[in-house]
């Protein structure tokens, strides 16, 4: 690579002082007031044949960058809406690489057809109306598909969430993301509020709302394959931002302003591990907001796991209530005993001193 952008940069550097010498030729030629015609003439066929030059190594050099580049894209899309946004992106690559191609080959073959001939007539051509119309109402055409495929494939994945989505709440703070889950039971996600947060309840979790009761955290996120997963999207301290790059999908985590994201992955981790050849490969959830210094660290790992394996994960995880007992004195005597449900029948007071460090999801 270094030798071809050597080679490249040695030719441009001699084209420069050929361009170079030759104005200074003909500076000297139009003084002298002598052989004006022939100077000018090599002159504009320097130049001409330069245009060419530079388009046929442009070319080159933009096919080779992205044949070089390849190896470093990301693989296919691992989400249904992936593959749409993908589709579009190729589609208007497409559009625009070849109108760019097309215009700057006729720039570059017209200054070198047409270059100074003193045997040639200019033509006087001021307007012509067909042809404007054809410039300018087939790009506005093209714009205008591509803006409305834009516009409705936005418009579907940022709709409501199907109501049978899996509803993750994801919490971004300096430097890592609280996952919480809407429990084994209920399957719907308690309230929170900023006001409940301490030490071990990093969330703020309230449990005066029943819902509350079954939630529980992660350290990471498991999504099941091929069902609806909705995110839910906190912020508690600056901007974040959820970026999860194989399933294309980015959203902002906003302090005060939930957001939320829902997609399908389609493929699982074993899937994408065979795809890649790569045994210990793992999806990520990363921030890509510059949130401050541990912002690099900021990532969660996430596995995307078959229906009855991801059923099978959940099942093995304990409610935050069980693993906090403590928690029990926040519930209303009115719900008391339907919380009481959660708290192992044995006494856990040494659990429940040892259980906090082990629930703080600071994950760097
Ligand atoms: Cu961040």
């Known amino acids: ?30 003084v002298a007031d002598e052989n004006t015609d022939s100077a000018l003439d090599s002159n504009n066929n320097a130049n001409a044949y330069g245009m060419i030059i530079f388009w046929a190594l442009g070319t080159i050099a933009g096919v080779w960058s992205f044949l070089v580049a390849q190896p470093d894209f990301l693989p296919v899309a691992a989400s249904e809406h992936g593959l749409r946004t993908d589709s579009m992106f190729w589609v208007s690559m497409a559009v625009v690489t070849f109108a760019f191609f097309a215009t700057n080959t006729l720039l570059l073959f017209f200054a070198f057809k047409y270059r100074y001939n003193k045997n040639r007539k200019a033509t006087f051509y001021p307007v012509n109306h067909k042809l404007e119309l054809i410039w300018t109402v087939i790009p506005a055409i093209v714009m205008a598909i591509l803006v409305f495929t ?17 509803v993750i709440e994801i919490t971004g703070h300096q430097f890592g993301w609280y996952v919480r889950y809407g429990g084994n039971d209920d399957n719907q996600l308690g309230n929170y509020n900023y006001k409940l947060i301490d030490e071990t309840n990093n969330i703020g979790i309230d449990f005066t709302d029943k819902h509350s009761f079954d939630d529980f955290t992660a350290t990471e996120l498991h999504l099941p394959k091929g069902k609806p997963v909705l995110l839910k999207i906190h912020a508690q301290d600056v901007l974040h931002s959820v970026y999860l790059p194989f399933h294309r999908v980015k959203m902002d985590a906003v302090p005060g302003m939930p957001t939320k994201f829902w997609f399908t992955p389609n493929m699982s981790t074993d899937e994408m591990r065979a795809k890649l050849g790569k045994k210990d490969f793992n999806f990520k959830l990363n921030c890509t907001e510059i949130c401050g210094r541990g912002h690099f660290g900021m990532a969660i790992t996430v596995f995307v796991d078959e229906p009855e394996d991801y059923a099978k994960w959940c099942a093995e995880q304990k409610p935050f209530l ?7 004195a926040k519930v209303p005597e009115n719900l008391k005993a339907k919380a009481s449900k959660y708290i192992p029948a044995e006494p856990v007071a040494v ?13 760097n």
């Open 322 to 328: 069980a693993t906090n007992p403590t928690y029990l």
């Open 150 to 166: 834009g516009w409705r494939t936005w418009r579907d994945i940022t709709s409501q969430a199907p109501s049978d989505a899996v």
């Open 351 to 363: 659990d429940s001193a040892a259980a906090p460090a082990e629930e703080a999801v600071s994950v």
């Open 1 to 30: 690579m270094f030798y071809l952008i050597g080679l490249l940069s040695v030719i441009f550097f001699a084209l420069a002082i050929s361009v170079i010498s030759k104005s200074i030729k003909l500076n000297k030629a139009l």
